[in-house]
């Protein structure tokens, strides 16, 4: 099983600011399949990225991912009040997917 | 606009059937392009892939889980189920229904239900 870290643990920000999200495998994901997700309480989890750094349907251009094979980063170039969140990636190049434990974007 | 809608008891009592159904609606259950999964996340703590299904009704089990789970595809009813026997305090949590985009030999989420909490407890 593919295990993921995710760092930080809490990110804190004010809005503006430039967020930089990290997401480490334990070994190769292959063809990056890789998607991040966001978070808010009360709420499902909604689709951000996939395939490592595809945006989905609606999704702003400030979110992109990047990365490769074991290192991955989603990147928030400018903080709205509306992405402070949880965020979580997944990998989905093996047999079983497995998601990180999440980074946590608060206000500073 | 496709939308998902789980329902089923909120409380189970220690060592009986979780019993979840997932209603789906804006698309066909019996297409061919996604899977059909559940994902579940204990109060303040992460996701937790299930399984999923394909409209043949093969298939898919997290490890984990694998021996106490079963998922089922209604197609008629545009629904699929989750089963999770011999429940303990640790199963709870709340579950969620998604969508599975087919990617490698996974996929990911692209649609979720609003998730129900389920209890276990006596």
């Known amino acids: 099983e593919i295990v993921l870290t995710q760092s930080p643990g809490t990110l804190s920000l004010s809005p503006g600011e430039r967020a930089t999200l990290s997401c480490r495998a334990s070994?190769?994901?292959?063809?990056?399949?890789l998607a991040w997700y966001q978070q808010k309480p009360g709420q499902a989890p909604r689709l951000l990225i996939y395939g490592a750094s595809s945006r989905a349907a609606g999704i702003p251009d400030r979110f992109s991912g990047s990365g490769s094979v074991t290192d991955f980063t989603l990147t928030i170039s400018r903080l709205e009040p509306e992405d402070f969140a949880l965020y979580y990636c997944q990998q989905y190049g093996s047999s079983s997917c497995t998601f990180g434990p999440g980074t946590r974007v608060d206000f500073k | 606009q496709v939308q998902l809608q789980e329902s089923g008891p909120g409380l189970v009592k220690p060592s009986q059937t979780l019993s979840l159904t997932c209603t789906v609606s804006g698309n066909s259950i019996s297409s061919g392009s996604f899977y059909w999964s559940w994902i579940r996340q204990p109060a303040g703590k992460g996701l937790e892939w299930i399984g999923h299904?394909?409209?043949?009704?093969?298939?898919k089990y997290s490890p984990s889980l694998e021996s106490r789970v079963t998922i089922s595809i209604d197609t008629s009813k545009n629904q699929f189920s989750l089963k999770l026997n011999s429940v303990t305090a640790s199963d709870t949590a709340i579950y969620y229904c998604?969508?599975?985009?087919?990617?490698?030999?996974?996929?990911?989420?692209?649609?979720w239900g609003p998730g129900t909490l389920v209890t276990v407890s006596s």
């Open positions: 070994q190769s994901v292959s063809s990056n399949y």
């Open positions: 998604a969508r599975v985009y087919k990617g490698g030999p996974m996929g990911y989420f692209d649609y």
């Open positions: 299904i394909y409209s043949s009704g093969t298939t």
